[in-house]
């Protein structure tokens, strides 16, 4: 790659990266923590959305013979599953990913740019700190490697990749069908002066309270 | 307010658009789309003045202005034109409605726990091997079990915070 191309490739991922977050409101404090209250499903929409199109458009460039070598991440299960945990406490205290915390900082978000760009330059610090203590810890357990399911299964990834479309389609199809019930809160893009007052008691809530 | 474009995609749309996105960076140019990368990759010009001899920013990550800091110097600018296009660009201290109702009106409270959590979230992406982006939606899409296994802990991890948080909001 030139390095012109290895500098105008990065920015412009980076922009498509950073205009779809904007677009699908990931951007927004509320739109993440939301999720996790299960108020709002327009993360796991959005996320499972992406990585079914990115299977797809993975698989297709490789059949054009566009697809260069295509990077696995490596699976360890104790890792994953930790780190996982820990990220997702850090993103419903936040409201972001680090990810997001560019593209909210790009809307104008002070919160974002100023504390959020700041905890992850200390954390990323942190985190080189901690390096040789955590990950020999860790690596020992449900280490796996850079494997797909496709390798583990011993079938053609397209068949994975089939499998996964139907099941995030029927997951998704069954969340929009649950979903579509008149839910028992308002939800939170409602203005709040269009919802009862706190003052006036709602009997339902008291007798609930009491019983 | 006036609408220029539209100021939302559906989650799918917008999804799927990011999915076009990851699969070009990821297939064409051989890198997983990262967020939390580049806060690593700049993370060496501090860390390598505290930890001289450190192991880590000799051979594990790169210094430097690397691909993945491009990549969230594009994002921050590719928000930012969507904004702008949609008129909602304004500088803020405060996410709307939902947080001050809930926690208060206090900056200071927001900036602290905006300040926290992504600490949090900076050192569990470096322990899972990568974050949102870079493990769940790049790992996702090559099948890669490590990505389903994040998903499944990030959710684990951010449903009971999440509850913990609002128990005693007014919300």
């Not at chain 1, 390095?3 to 498509?16: E, K």
């Not at chain 1, 927004?28 to 993360?43: A, G, Q, S, W």
């Not at chain 2, 500088?91 to 900056?107: E, I, K, Y």
């Not at chain 2, 927001?110 to 982006?133: N, P, V």
Request: charged content about 15%; proline content about 6%; some cysteine.
């Amino acid at each position: 790659m030139t390095p012109w191309m290895a500098t105008v490739a990065p920015l412009a991922i980076g922009f498509g990266f950073g205009w779809f977050l904007q677009k699908g409101g990931l951007s927004r404090y509320e739109t993440i923590v939301n999720v996790f209250r299960f108020r709002d499903l327009t993360v796991l929409k959005f996320l499972l959305s992406a990585v079914v199109t990115a299977a797809i458009g993975i698989r297709l460039l490789d059949v054009l013979g566009v697809a260069a070598e295509v990077p696995i991440p490596p699976t360890a299960i104790a890792g994953n599953l930790l780190g996982g945990v820990v990220f997702g406490v850090g993103m419903s205290l936040s409201g972001f990913c680090p990810g997001t915390v560019a593209a909210g900082a790009g809307e104008g978000r002070l919160d974002y740019l100023i504390p959020g760009g700041l905890g992850l330059c200390v954390g990323a610090v942190l985190y080189g700190v901690l390096y040789p203590e955590l990950v020999p810890a860790l690596a020992r357990w449900g280490r796996v490697g850079a494997v797909t399911f496709a390798d583990l299964l011993r079938v053609e990834p397209w068949l994975v990749v089939a499998l996964l479309t139907e099941l995030t389609a029927l997951g998704l199809y069954g969340l929009e069908r649950g979903g579509s019930r008149p839910s028992r809160r308002p939800s939170s893009h409602t203005d709040s002066r269009s919802r009862p007052t706190e003052s006036a008691p709602r009997p339902s809530d008291r007798a609930a309270r009491s019983a | 307010m006036q609408r220029p474009t539209p100021r939302r995609l559906s989650p799918y749309a917008a999804g799927a658009g990011l999915g076009v996105v990851v699969a070009l960076s990821m297939a064409v140019f051989g890198h997983r789309l990262s967020g939390a990368g580049a806060y690593q990759h700049l993370s060496g010009f501090v860390g390598q003045r505290l930890v001289p001899d450190s192991m880590y920013w000799r051979h594990v990550v790169p210094t430097g202005l690397t691909w993945d800091v491009l990549v969230a110097i594009g994002s921050l600018v590719g928000a930012l034109t969507a904004a702008r296009l949609s008129g909602e660009l304004s500088l803020r201290t405060m996410p709307d409605r939902q947080w001050s109702s809930a926690f208060g009106p206090s900056v200071v409270r927001r900036w602290l726990l905006a300040f926290l959590g992504s600490i949090l979230t900076e050192i569990g992406g470096g322990i899972a091997g990568g974050c949102t982006a870079s493990l769940a939606v790049s790992g996702g899409a090559v099948l890669a079990p490590g990505a389903f296994v994040f998903m499944a802990g990030m959710f684990a991890g951010g449903i009971p915070t999440a509850f913990i948080a609002y128990r005693r909001a007014r919300e």
